[in-house]
Nanobody
């Protein structure tokens, strides 16, 4: 069984930065593609970023390109999301997810999910 635990969320002013972490346990981390999703109040959960097993390829939703960076450290069983130039519209609960397949923007492509961490960006 895989467990994912996110951390690093919090309250930040617009223009600020946060780094989210997702620790993976239970099975070999490097066999999973990983992704970050977010869900704002009253909205559906949306894909934010994805990364392949090796970390060699990354993918982003257009709204975060150039501001967010996804990465992973397979030796530490951890994935990261560096978020810079944060905007109030980035406010959401951020979830990490693990996939036995290729990274995808579709929720059904992921096999395991974390509980989420709240990110609030004030204007």
């Amino acid at each position: 069984q895989v467990q994912l635990v996110e951390s690093g969320g919090g309250l930040v002013q617009a223009g600020g930065s946060l780094r989210l972490s997702c620790v993976h346990s239970g099975r070999t981390f490097s066999t999973y593609s990983m992704g970050w999703f977010r869900q704002a109040p009253g909205q559906e959960r949306e894909f934010v970023a994805g990364i392949t097993r090796s970390g060699g390829s990354t993918y982003y939703v257009d709204s975060v390109k150039g501001r967010f960076t996804i990465s992973r450290d397979n030796a530490k069983n951890t994935m990261y999301l560096q978020m810079n130039s944060l905007k109030p519209e980035d406010t959401a609960v951020y979830y990490c997810a693990a996939s036995l397949g290729l990274p995808t923007s579709r929720e059904y492509g992921y096999d395991y999910w974390g509980q989420g961490t709240q990110v609030t960006v004030s204007s």
